[in-house]
T-cell receptor
Framework: DSGVTQTPKHLITATGQRVTLRCSPR?????VYWYQQSLDQGLQFLIQ???????AKGNILERFSAQQFPDLHSELNLSSLELGDSALYFC????????????FGPGTRLTVT | AQSVTQPDIHITVSEGASLELRCNYS??????LFWYVQSPGQGLQLLLK??????LVQGIKGFEAEFKRSQSSFNLRKPSVHWSDAAEYFC???????????FGTGTKLQVIP
């Protein structure tokens, strides 16, 4: 158990819909990262927050957005969903903003039908 | 630009045999390098990391990796594989001003009796 929690575990929704994925980092970690893992794209870094501020951006679509709240939990919002958005979404956390040593949550499996 | 290449998509080894998983990177400065393991249905777990100093680093579960700057490689090794090592292994590089982590495409390890 990494100490990072993600909800929900599974999510099934239809194209065009909007969903919110939630992540709580390990106690004491200020940085949160979001990743998408799919069969064709592999593990892709989406976005990083540190202490409430956006720190780094990866291959995140404009339809996707994220935020980190004062209590340090983070949410990833995915809108206008397409079939290709079906993937595992991981959240990770670290103490420092530039840390490669990240602790991953169990992931949210999103299926878009 | 930074990149990580794992040339082997899938590797099969016999239980008790030695293992080497390859990782090559491209980065213009001194990299921070990591190996993660992902068991089926799980998030990623950090096996080991290289920041500086001794180029041979020890990790958890009996794994080690050697950083070779001249070959831009960071190969993962284990002298004797156990059936429980069957998983997917990801090499990762921390770059982009130490803000951005890039993962390789992963190597799936199958262990046969």
């Amino acid at each position: 158990d990494s100490g990072v929690t993600q909800t929900p575990k599974h999510l099934i929704t239809a194209t065009g819909q909007r969903v919110t994925l939630r992540c709580s980092p390990r106690s004491g970690d200020l940085s949160v990262y979001w990743y998408q893992q799919s069969l064709d794209q592999g593990l892709q870094f989406l976005i990083q927050y540190y202490n409430g501020e956006e720190r780094a951006k990866g291959n995140i679509l404009e339809r996707f957005s994220a935020q980190q709240f004062p209590d340090l939990h983070s949410e990833l919002n995915l809108s206008s969903l397409e079939l290709g958005d079906s993937a595992l979404y991981f959240c990770a956390s670290s103490v420092e903003p530039g840390a490669g040593e990240q602790y991953f949550g169990p992931g949210t499996r999103l299926t878009v039908t | 630009a930074q990149s990580v290449t794992q040339p082997d998509i899938h590797i099969t080894v016999s239980e008790g045999a030695s293992l080497e998983l390859r990782c090559n990177y491209s980065y213009g400065a001194t990299p921070y390098l990591f190996w993660y393991v992902q068991s089926p249905g799980q998030g990623l777990q950090l096996l080991l990391k290289y920041f500086s100093g001794d180029t041979l680093v020890q990790g958890i579960k009996g794994f080690e990796a050697e950083f070779k700057r001249s070959q831009s490689s960071f190969n993962l090794r284990k002298p004797s594989v156990h059936w429980s090592d069957a998983a997917e292994y990801f090499c990762a590089l921390l770059g982009g001003g130490y803000q951005k982590v890039t993962f390789g495409t992963g190597t799936k390890l199958q262990v046969i009796p």
